[in-house]
């Protein structure tokens, strides 16, 4: 819907995918998802929730997931600056045989970036990233920082 200078869409959708043809993950997989994006003059924001649960033949591979993202862009021609935030959860519906904890693993994504539009064909831009993974299995924990550099060349 659009009003003015302000415009935003709304999503929601549902996958189930059953049978998969490896023995090792045979059986269903179900997905929701729900997802906003809105304008208002130069800014761009948007907001999503993903959940995921499985129903495997080897049940000790089930789990269940939710990602939460938002984000935002402005943009100042010839200029466009980013930041976004990704907030992923997981939790195994059975303890792993070996450490007998059930898994969980919560995961934290920051990044920002700029964009510099050259002229028509050629864009630059640069980006940072910042990752922290905490889990009960302490070998899946880690924490990162990223930086890219991109050039966009359109023809």
């Known amino acids: 819907k659009k009003w003015g200078d302000f415009s935003g869409s709304f999503k929601i959708q549902t996958d189930s995918q059953d049978k998969m043809k490896s023995y090792t993950?045979?059986?269903?997989?179900?997905?929701?998802?729900?997802s906003s994006k809105m304008r208002w003059g130069k800014f761009r924001m948007n907001a999503s929730l993903d959940s995921k649960?499985?129903?495997?033949?080897?049940?000790?591979?089930?789990?269940?997931s939710t990602t939460i993202g938002a984000g935002g862009t402005f943009s100042w021609i010839p200029w466009v600056f980013g930041l976004n935030y990704k907030n992923f959860d997981q939790e195994y519906k059975k303890p792993d045989v070996v450490t007998n904890l059930i898994l969980k693993i919560k995961k934290d994504e920051i990044s920002t970036d700029a964009k510099y539009a050259f002229s028509n064909s050629n864009i630059f831009g640069l980006a940072l990233n910042q990752i922290k993974q905490g889990s009960n299995d302490s070998s899946r924990s880690y924490s990162e920082n990223q930086i890219s550099f991109q050039y966009i060349w359109m023809f």
């Open 53 to 64: 649960s499985t129903t495997f033949k080897d049940s000790l591979k089930d789990y269940e």
């Open 25 to 34: 993950e045979d059986g269903t997989l179900m997905t929701s998802s729900l």
